[in-house]
Every structure is written in structure tokens, then in C-alpha cells.
């Protein structure tokens, strides 16, 4: 969660819808987590800065009637678990334990056993621990991944450092998405924390095998010489970062099913997937409004039956996401040209699904009389 290595998030369009209903519904504040709304997109080339493709945000917002949210991952974690764990919630006050490693699931018996021996037993696992899953590798078997051939290195960045220096104030001349598209490089900024940082992943070929997501001995000068060739704005925003991490990008096969009994994924654990379509942590939220419209009214004895629902909901739609964004990114090539799919090809896919409304209609067609009784905070009922 460290914000000076790049730790931010897009929320697009899918998932701001989610979090809207929720805002109304659980208390979600998205003030407290330091939201901002860019007010335009662009993609430029890497060499002169000329523009390739801009939109404005809001010609996207009102057709999707949904706002497109930038977090700090810090300050929306943190907002997060504070909406969790408010007495003003919905529900029973969940219990937080941290430090908690999880070594393996058995789903006969309901348990998460720890590490350090503790056993936890409840009727539903639910692994959400990341795309080395722990929980996953013990229910399903290794689950594979794979390299794209490519890393990112992440930063953060002042925007008053990068407003008072005239080398760099093009970059943040207004609230603006920036996607650098170079012949076989990326640099996405954007901007969270109220506008205070502006975060960079900057993303380049490289075989070396980084399973250890932040590498510590990267310097800001390596990132730096890697996007020495950029147009000079680019390694001078760079020199200003702090330091930074380097990413290996790696993504999880498609799966064929995400759960097992009393246990199901979700999150990066069921489909890690790389940065170039901003679609991890909104599959995450999907995710997450799947399980709580399909566990809805559940029994203990329910629990299995519901969470094949949530299979069949997902699979199909997580596979389609991944192989979009395998597409979105940067190919490797000799040419010094530019020559890419807008990062607008596969968007409608994304924007237009309505998650909520979709789980309803899959529990109806499974004999689950549920309906949305309120459009704006998504809750349901049985009829």
C-alpha cells in the first residue's frame, strides 16, 4: 500500500456503478477515499506528444449514466474497511484478523487453516488471496501462470512538482488520463489522492523472471534511462519520483471453475490479469456483488447450489475480460511507429454490463424469485 511506489487504481465505469449503489446502500464515502474524476482521456505518441486519440469523460459518463473514479489504493483500502467495519452497516460487524497466512482449505470441513496452526470454520470460504492463492493452490491443485514478456515500473509522483517545473507541466495542465503508447512501450498516468499524486506505470519488455512482485534494489535512474527516448517531458516527470518498484506482469490461466464446495474466488486469486485495460480490481467488485446477490437468503445447506450460480455467472465473463486485455498490450517490435488498438475497442463490453441486474435474472432462470427493489441502492428481495 506504500503510495510512493505507484500503489493507485482505476475504478471505470463497471465497477463506479457498484460502488455508487453502494455509497447509498453500506456507506461507502468516496470523499474520505480521495476520489478524483478526470475530466479527459488521452492517448498520445511517445516521441512528440501528438495526440492519437481524446475523448472527454464526460461524453462517457453520460452515456453509461456512471461516473469513472481514481483512488489512491491506500485511501480507498482504507475507506473500504472502514465502511466494513462501521456499526452504521449493514449487517453483523465483521471480525478483522490480521497477519492471519493462510496455508490451506479444507472444504469437507469448512476450514481455513492458518500457518500458525489456527483453524477457521464458516459456511463459506471465500479465497480472495491474491494470484499466488494459497487457498486456491490447496483446493484446486497448482494453479498456473503466466509472463507476458513484459514488467512495470510504478511511481508516484506530486502534481505540484510536476505544475512547477516547466518541462513537465503539459503533463498536468487539467484532471487528465495520460497513455503514452510507444512501439513497444506504455506509460499510463493518472491522477488520485484528491488530485495530490499522480501515479505512473510505465511498462516495457523484460524475460527477467521477477516472482517477487517489488524488487527494492530498482533505482529511479534505471526507470529512468528505460524511457530515456520518450519525449523529454517523460524521463524529466520521472527523475522527480522517489523511488520505485518494478512489476512483473503475469496473469492467471482461465479457469474452468472458481469454486468448490463451501469455497469460491475471486479478485486476482481467480483471475489476475495485467494493467492494460484497468479491469482487475473492477472484476474484483463484480466479484463481489456476484457472491452477495447470489448467497442472498442462503442456508448453510445452500451453499453449494448458490455458489455454482456464481460460477456460471462469472467464468464466461472473467475469460472474455482476460482475453481482451492480453490483447491491449504493448506487442514487442523493431518499428518505431506506432501502431496499436484504441484503448476504446473493447470498452462497451466492459461499461454497459450491469452485474447486479444479471446475477438476478441467472438466480430467477434457478427457480430464486429475486428482484431489484431499488435501482439506486441495488437491493433485493425475495418476491
Known amino acids: 500500500m506504500n503510495e510512493e511506489l505507484g500503489a493507485a487504481i482505476t475504478l471505470s465505469i463497471n465497477a463506479s456503478r457498484l460502488l455508487r449503489s453502494s455509497i447509498e446502500r453500506a456507506g461507502f ?48 483500502h482504507e475507506e473500504l474497511k472502514r465502511a466494513a467495519l462501521s456499526p452504521d452497516g449493514l449487517g453483523s460487524i ?4 490480521l497477519g492471519a497466512h493462510v496455508e490451506r482449505v479444507d472444504v469437507q470441513s469448512h476450514t481455513a487453516v492458518l500457518s500458525s496452526g489456527e483453524r477457521f470454520q464458516g459456511d463459506v470460504i471465500i479465497g480472495a488471496d491474491g494470484i499466488r492463492s494459497a487457498s486456491g493452490n490447496s483446493v484446486f491443485g497448482k494453479l498456473q501462470t503466466v509472463p507476458e514478456g513484459l514488467s512495470a515500473y510504478r511511481c508516484m ?23 503514452l503508447i510507444g512501439p513497444n512501450r506504455r506509460i499510463v498516468a493518472y491522477p488520485c489522492s484528491n488530485w495530490n499524486w499522480i501515479n505512473f506505470v510505465c511498462i516495457f519488455p523484460d524475460n527477467k523472471d521477477r516472482r517477487l512482485q ?20 517523460i524521463p524529466a516527470a520521472l527523475s522527480m519520483a522517489s ?56 442456508t448453510r445447506c445452500d451453499v453449494s447450489a448458490r455458489l455454482k450460480i456464481y460460477d456460471e455467472l462469472r467464468v464466461e465473463r472473467i475469460a472474455k475480460v482476460m482475453e481482451y486485455t492480453r490483447a491491449m498490450a504493448p506487442s514487442t517490435t523493431d518499428s518505431r511507429e506506432v501502431n496499436h488498438t484504441t484503448t476504446q475497442t473493447y470498452s462497451d463490453y466492459y461499461w454497459s454490463y450491469k452485474i447486479t441486474q444479471d446475477a438476478v435474472a441467472l438466480m430467477r432462470k434457478h427457480g430464486h424469485a429475486l428482484k431489484v427493489v431499488d435501482e439506486v441502492t441495488g437491493e433485493v428481495e425475495f418476491e
Not at 524488487?215 to 523529454?232: A, G, L, R, S, Y
Not at 494493467?275 to 480490481?281: R, T
Open 29 to 76: 464515502d468516496k470523499v474520505k477515499a480521495g476520489y478524483v474524476e478526470a475530466e479527459k482521456f488521452q492517448e498520445l505518441h511517445w516521441k512528440d506528444l501528438s495526440v492519437i486519440l481524446e475523448w472527454q469523460s464526460s461524453l462517457v459518463t453520460e452515456r453509461y449514466k456512471e461516473p469513472w473514479w481514481y483512488f489512491s489504493r491506500k485511501d480507498v
Open 94 to 97: 465483521p471480525r478483522l484478523v
Open 157 to 179: 509522483i506530486r502534481s505540484e512538482k510536476l505544475k512547477e517545473n516547466p518541462a513537465t507541466a503539459i503533463l498536468v495542465d487539467s484532471t487528465k488520463v495520460l497513455m
Open 214 to 233: 517489488w524488487n527494492d534494489t530498482v533505482t529511479v535512474q534505471e526507470m529512468v534511462e528505460t524511457f530515456q527516448d520518450f519525449h523529454p517531458s
Open 243 to 298: 523511488n520505485t518498484g518494478i512489476w512483473q506482469l503475469r496473469d492467471r490461466v482461465p479457469l474452468q471453475t472458481l469454486v468448490k464446495g463451501c469455497y469460491a474466488m475471486i479478485g486476482d486469486a481467480a483471475h489476475a490479469m495485467g494493467p492494460h485495460q484497468g479491469q482487475g480490481a473492477c472484476q474484483a467488485l463484480e466479484d463481489a456483488e456476484a457472491l452477495r446477490i447470489t448467497l442472498k437468503g442462503a
